[in-house]
């Protein structure tokens, strides 16, 4: 065990992916500066004005993010054992920053402490029905199952689960067939089929995986345009992401794997700062999405998001926002991990190596 541990520390970390990290968390800000600051109430009332098209595209990506998250986990944790102190050290960056920021909330007035806030805080660390980090953490439980699974089947095995969970979970829902009930952690174990598939059989090695993702942005940006448009001019406020929209919506999916697959193949040399950068991707989400007073505070109190709709510098604002607070909270991970994390669990393995 205490040898597994020490390969997961020193595993090193592919630059291209670590890149493809980045990416996929700032495409999860941008989504969240859209829909969690009000600004998408403002768009949908204006479906087809160029300042709606803007914020429509700029934060259509989220759902899209997600999924390349959880692809890049799975296509790294099929291949190796989920250790104790790894699983701890991912529960105990989620409790020390929903304690921390909660805690400097209430100090700053931002929230008020009561029981009916503090017990709103503790369901998000429970909420397996639309809770992102909640349902990352449980997902990460299954991941020793779902590895015997991938391993203890035959390469054809393999191949049709993948194809029936996606006609299931992704066809009959955006073909609307009918209804699909679908919470995240069944559909992060869905992506983990897929990813593992990849990491072990490498299909398609010869795809032109950067022409098969440019074309699924082009018909993902394409559906969203018509969308507006048709929402326009029928009177329609219907949100207009609906091959997006969802992680299990169609474009959703097929540009996560086909963008996915092309940083994968993409050959850049290793970089430190990549790498270090990237380590804190969980971080910047869970800061920045910490809770719904955060969300008040981040995109209201603090940018005024939805008030940027009417100014000329809104474009500016946007990209700006972003990367700003991507810096900032990448910075505060770097902290905590460098004055907390490490020396706290370098103190136990010194213990540990005592014994």
Not at 9 to 30: D, G, H, P, Q, T
Not at 304 to 318: E, G, M
């Amino acid at each position: 065990m205490r040898d597994m541990q020490r390969n997961d520390i020193k595993a090193v970390r592919n630059s291209n992916l670590e890149l493809y990290r980045i990416i996929v968390m700032l495409l999860i800000v941008a989504h969240h500066y859209v829909v969690n600051s009000g600004v998408i109430e403002i768009a949908s009332e204006y479906p087809t004005s160029l300042r709606s098209l803007y914020y429509y595209l700029f934060g259509a990506w989220g759902k899209v993010g997600i999924n390349c998250f959880v692809l890049i986990t799975g296509y790294f944790m099929c291949e190796r054992h989920i250790t104790f102190r790894k699983f701890i050290k991912l529960l105990l960056e989620v409790v020390f920053y929903m304690v921390v920021i909660n805690a400097i909330l209430i100090i700053a007035g931002i929230e008020q402490l009561s029981i009916k806030e503090l017990y709103s805080d503790i369901q998000l660390l429970f909420d397996v029905s639309h809770g992102f980090t909640s349902c990352f953490i449980l997902f990460y439980l299954f991941i020793p199952f779902l590895n015997i699974l991938v391993h203890n089947m035959t390469q054809q095995q393999h191949k049709l689960l993948v194809f029936l969970s996606l006609a299931i979970y992704t066809g009959i829902s955006t073909l609307k067939l009918g209804e699909v009930n679908m919470n995240y952690i069944v559909w992060f174990c869905i992506i983990y089929y897929i990813s593992s598939y990849i990491r072990l059989y490498n299909p398609f090695p010869k795809a032109r995986w950067g022409l098969i993702m440019g074309m699924m942005v082009i018909l993902s940006i394409a559906s969203i345009l018509v969308s507006c448009f048709v929402n326009g001019h029928l009177g329609r406020q219907n949100l207009p992401w609906h091959f997006v929209s969802d992680a299990n919506s169609l474009f959703a999916v097929m540009l996560s794997i086909s963008s996915f697959m092309y940083f994968k193949n993409l050959n850049i040399s290793q970089s430190k700062w990549i790498n270090i950068i990237a380590q804190s991707c969980f971080g910047v989400l869970l800061i920045h999405a910490n809770s719904n007073a955060m969300h008040r505070w981040l995109w209201g109190d603090m940018l005024h998001v939805s008030d940027q709709y009417y100014t000329d510098s809104f474009i500016f604002h946007s990209l700006i926002s972003v990367i700003a607070i991507y810096i900032v909270c990448t910075f505060i991970d770097q902290l905590r991990i460098n004055c907390i994390e490490r020396p706290v669990f370098g103190y136990f393995e010194r213990k540990n190596d005592m014994k």
